[in-house]
């Protein structure tokens, strides 16, 4: 059934203006204009195809390494300690040498992450470094080749996925 493309992103969560420009660039199947107004079928699935091979960047999986190291750098951290944080001085290097920096990231950080992380948190950390480290292997992308602007999208993407855990300490 047709419905007003206004209704459609109410439905999706979605502002009409991103909707209708979508819309308007081919972005749906059955999405057309009658007169003024556009209409589309409401089962036609939104979908986001902007970040499609986003994740198999090696900048972007850099940059989620280096969130996950900042992160669990930070809540190993003893509370009000004046330690500054390893991952912090190393992150501006990152870029023009991502696989010596972060080879020293894991040997400066990762044994005080060990020691004042509990076991089943240090798990967690590690599955989610060993995933990333998998991806980055199967597209030989453990380099030092410089890392491109992709690398901030995959920290912050990383960092809002684990932040609400950073509220609690560990």
């Known amino acids: 059934m047709l419905i007003p493309l206004a209704e459609y992103a109410k439905k999706h ?5 991103s909707v209708r420009q979508k819309a308007q660039r081919g972005g749906f199947v059955s999405a057309h204009k009658i007169g ?16 499609n091979d986003m994740e198999k960047n090696r900048s972007y999986l850099f940059g ?17 300690s004046d330690i500054p944080l390893k991952t912090l001085d190393l992150k501006p290097k990152l870029i ?7 080879a020293a990231i894991e040997r400066d950080v990762g044994p005080r992450v060990r020691a004042n992380t509990p076991p089943e948190k240090f798990e967690q950390i590690q599955d989610w470094i060993g995933e990333i480290l998998e991806q980055l292997d199967d597209i030989d992308g453990f380099t030092n080749e410089e890392l ?5 999208m995959g920290f912050y993407s990383r960092w809002r996925k ?3 855990d950073a509220k609690n300490s560990i």
Do not use: C, N, V
């Not at 969560?13 to 203006?17: A, D, L």
């Not at 003024?36 to 970040?51: A, G, H, K, S």
């Not at 023009?96 to 972060?102: G, N, Q, T």
């Open 64 to 80: 989620e390494l280096l969130a996950i190291w900042e992160w669990a750098e930070q809540m190993s951290a003893p509370r009000g």
């Open 148 to 152: 491109d602007s992709a690398y901030l």
């Open 36 to 51: 003024r107004d556009w209409f589309i079928e409401d089962d036609e699935p939104y979908l986001d195809e902007r970040r």
């Open 13 to 17: 969560g979605r502002s009409i203006f």
């Open 162 to 164: 684990i932040r609400p």
């Open 96 to 102: 023009h040498h991502p696989a010596e920096i972060y």
